[in-house]
């Protein structure tokens, strides 16, 4: 079964200071999906960010980044100089790349930021 | 333009009360499912389907029904609503059953069952 933690049920930072959100996720599958999502405080779903298994490839978007790191099973999102903007719910998730977890997107629990004027 | 519709985008009834949460996309997706977010909850998946007339359960389906008749339609059917189905519902598609693909959501339905 797929499972993914997020630890930081919430974290509040000042303006213009760096902050990373932890996902741990957990699998059988070789091959699977982690994706990341923002919901800022209107309510809908942002998409971020796909990576699959096979691409350990760290990502850098803006301010925004990214270190997928198969080792210890962790995907974590790191937002360089934080604005108030930022504030949102960030929520981690997988998907498997065989079977049903493939039609499965199992999410974690959310990380609400705050980022703070 | 793209997009997931939602109706109602709210809605507060009785228990017992039988309702219907519409779901639409335009964008010829395969699959489309349904999610519900809980506070300390995160989403959890209801269900799923990976095309016209193929349906399965997610991680929480009691208490709920789906239909897929139409590729673009995926209908989330409440027969006898509980309060503890009190929560913000989305629904979700994207291209084909591959899990390669990102899911594009709806823009949320508040559901409050008293």
């Known amino acids: 079964a797929q499972k993914v933690t997020q630890a930081q049920t919430e974290i509040s930072v000042v303006e213009k200071e760096d902050v990373t959100l932890d996902c741990v996720y957990e699998?059988?599958?070789?091959?699977?999906?982690l994706f990341w999502y923002k919901q800022p405080p209107s309510g809908e779903l942002v998409f971020l960010i796909r990576?699959?298994?096979?691409?350990?490839q760290n990502e850098i978007s803006g301010r925004y980044s990214w270190n997928f790191q198969k080792s210890t099973s962790s995907f974590n999102f790191t937002i360089t100089a934080s604005q108030v903007v930022d504030s949102a719910v960030y929520f981690c998730?997988?998907?498997?790349?065989?079977?049903?977890?493939?039609?499965?997107?199992?999410f974690g629990k959310g990380t609400k930021l705050s980022v703070i004027p | 333009e793209a997009q997931v519709t939602q109706n109602p985008r709210y809605l507060i009834t009785v228990t017992g009360k039988k309702l219907t949460v519409t779901c639409s996309q335009n964008?010829?997706?395969?699959?489309m499912s349904w999610y519900r977010q809980d506070p300390g909850l995160g989403l959890r998946q209801i269900y799923y389907s990976m095309n016209v007339e193929v349906t399965d359960k997610g991680d929480v389906p009691e208490g709920y029904k789906v239909s897929r008749k139409e590729k673009r339609n995926f209908p989330l059917i409440l027969e006898s609503p509980s309060p503890n189905q009190t929560s913000l519902y989305f629904c979700a598609s994207r291209p084909s059953g591959r899990a390669t693909y990102e899911q594009y959501f709806g823009p949320g339905t508040r559901l409050t069952v008293t």
């Open positions: 998730a997988l998907s498997e790349g065989s079977g049903a977890g493939s039609y499965q997107l199992t």
């Open positions: 964008m010829n997706h395969e699959y």
């Open positions: 990576r699959n298994s096979f691409d350990e």
């Open positions: 699998t059988r599958d070789t091959t699977y999906y």
